[in-house]
């Protein structure tokens, strides 16, 4: 094969090609000078950022002959022999496929054998992080303590798979992603070299489509020169990356601000017809937003725009769209985008995004065109003229009624215990009778058991401490002993109502409850006694109502005075 790709032709062969990881290569080469070489290395970032080619440069620059040097002469044997693979002493192990125990073992068991053609030999291990649990462990030893003449520089795309005994044995060089100007500089320094004639665009569109990496970009590029006939064009490379042209996202874009679907969705159109996919598209809208966002917030911040170039158009279109409107749009695409990858039908969720990110209303227009806020504004000059026409009457008014939108806050009074209805209950006292009493006390227990059967625990429990103290054929007062208790009891009417439910399942009548506290019921009770017997009727009551008087009780006033007597159940 005669032809070779441009990312094999221009791999980098000394540090200074190394494009964008100026802090690494930076300390190998001060380590280089000053023969503080370690036995192990790993390398660690993202594809196409050149850690296999750092390696190999390491490599060369440790075994040439003119070492200690800064750089690899590429002119001595040791470096030509190890740039074309001639040399056995440098082996480059491509972990995928070599990941068992045994390979590691091997390699284990010829470490210890003395190169034969350079000084160090060198083990490239690329992918390690595909390397079996045995094969690390199988690896440890060799690795912490290695001969002299043996150099480990290991590669990883996922280095946080790599078991940490291994990454604390090795010297670590995080390789990041190469930007955008540096990659445009080495592809035109390449097609400079090659005689490719091309449109500086053209360069920025493979370099953005590339996400930082170096190969992915030279291999795109290589691909638009055979499409292309005698130059590449931003057409050309907007064909081979997949990616939608600034002039189409710019239609969108305004179509969107202008509120027009029909134009929105002929643009989408157009769009899937030249075969663009809509998960690779919906991508380039929300970062041409977000260059957009970026824009207004820091506008000399060029390099950090991932999609849009700079040009009048784009400019004008973005001091015409406010923050909050880029805030909506980007929320919604990327709820759009997550929606599409769980489907298989990506193309009708990304119609359904056009149209109602063009029927979008953004909260600061929608705030201003609001015709409910125009008849607002429309009643309150009403009102001013109104008023101002009571002034000229000679209607005064105060100053808290110039500001009837201020309301003053409820002041907060004092908390007060629970009140006990006396009234009520004196009215029940009047037909209270020891036979309803002792009818409701004999089922006062099932009463309690039939409130647990129907889930209200808690408001059995509050009963426990509580008890019958008077009923009538219509009524019930329970007096607990507790106040917060009865305050509790009282306040649930639907414990209330299912007291008196099950009250008449069991005796058969339907009494209203009402609740006292044991201190408010002594004081209300006692209260009543007096009142009863200062009855006109000159009748002598019992503790409950009128009646007649027990021959006992009657005996013990003659005896004792009935001031001295009180009568309890």
């Not at 036995?39 to 050149?50: E, K, N, Q």
Request: aromatic share 6%.
């Amino acid at each position: 094969m005669s032809y070779q790709a441009l990312y094999r032709v221009w791999r980098p062969q000394s540090f200074i090609d190394v494009v964008g990881q100026e802090h690494v290569t930076k300390t190998l080469q001060n380590a280089l000078l000053q023969d503080k070489i370690s036995h192990a290395y790993l390398f660690s970032g993202p594809r196409g950022t050149g850690k296999t080619s750092a390696a190999k440069i390491l490599a060369k620059a440790v075994n040439c002959e003119r070492a200690p040097i800064e750089e690899p002469c590429n002119e001595c044997p040791a470096c030509r022999g190890i740039t074309d693979g001639s040399i056995p002493d440098v082996i480059e192990i491509d972990a995928a496929s070599n990941n068992g125990v045994e390979e590691i073992r091997d390699i284990r068991d010829k470490v210890k054998y003395a190169p034969t053609s350079v000084k160090y030999k060198v083990y490239i291990v690329d992918e390690v992080h595909m390397l079996s649990i045995g094969a690390f462990n199988a690896l440890l030893k060799t690795l912490e303590e290695p001969p002299k003449h043996v150099i480990f520089i290991l590669a990883t795309t996922e280095p946080h798979k790599i078991p940490l005994t291994i990454i604390s044995r090795c010297q670590r060089f995080d390789f990041k992603r190469i930007t955008a100007q540096a990659i445009v500089g080495r592809m035109a320094l390449i097609a400079r070299e090659t005689g490719v004639n091309y449109e500086d665009n053209a360069l920025y569109v493979i370099a953005r489509a590339a996400e930082g990496g170096m190969r992915d970009a030279l291999s795109l590029l290589d691909q638009a020169i055979s499409f292309g006939s005698e130059k590449v064009t931003v057409d050309d490379a907007l064909t081979v990356t997949g990616a939608v042209s600034q002039v189409f996202l710019l239609n969108l874009a305004k179509a969107i601000k202008d509120h027009d679907v029909v134009s929105g969705l002929e643009s989408l159109e157009e769009l899937l017809f030249q075969g663009k996919d809509p998960t690779r598209f919906i991508e380039d809208l929300i970062l041409f937003y977000r260059d957009m966002l970026l824009y207004k917030a820091a506008p000399n911040l060029e390099e950090s725009l991932e999609r849009v170039m700079l040009d009048e158009e784009f400019k004008t279109l973005a001091e015409d769209i406010n923050p909050d409107e880029i805030y909506q749009l980007i929320n919604m695409l990327s709820k759009t985008q997550q929606e599409m990858r769980f489907t298989n039908h990506p193309k009708i969720f990304l119609e359904v995004a056009v149209v109602k990110l063009c029927q979008l209303e953004t909260s600061v227009s929608s705030a201003v065109d609001s015709p409910a806020v125009e008849q607002l504004m429309q009643r309150i000059n009403q009102l001013e003229t109104e008023i101002s026409e009571l002034k000229q009457h000679g209607i005064k008014m105060t100053e808290e009624e110039h500001q009837p939108a201020v309301q003053k806050r409820p002041q907060r009074t004092a908390r007060r215990g629970f009140q006990a209805p006396a009234g009520r209950i004196n009215e029940i006292l009047k037909s209270a009778t020891k036979q309803d009493l002792q009818a409701v006390k004999s089922r006062w227990a099932e009463l309690i058991e039939a409130l647990t059967a129907n889930q209200m625990r808690s408001q059995a429990a509050l009963l426990k401490e509580a008890e019958p103290a008077a009923a009538s054929n219509q009524a019930l007062i329970i007096k607990f002993k507790y106040e917060i208790h009865c305050q509790m009891a009282m306040d649930n009417d639907k414990f209330v109502e299912t007291i008196s439910s099950i009250l008449q399942k069991l005796t058969g009548k339907r009494m209203t409850v009402t609740g006292v506290p044991e201190e408010q019921w002594l004081s209300i009770r006692e209260s009543f006694v007096k009142n009863q017997r200062q009855d006109e009727s000159g009748e002598e009551t019992t503790e409950f109502g009128t009646s007649e008087e027990e021959p006992i009780i009657a005996e013990a006033k003659k005896l004792f005075g009935a001031d001295l007597i009180e009568v309890k159940d």
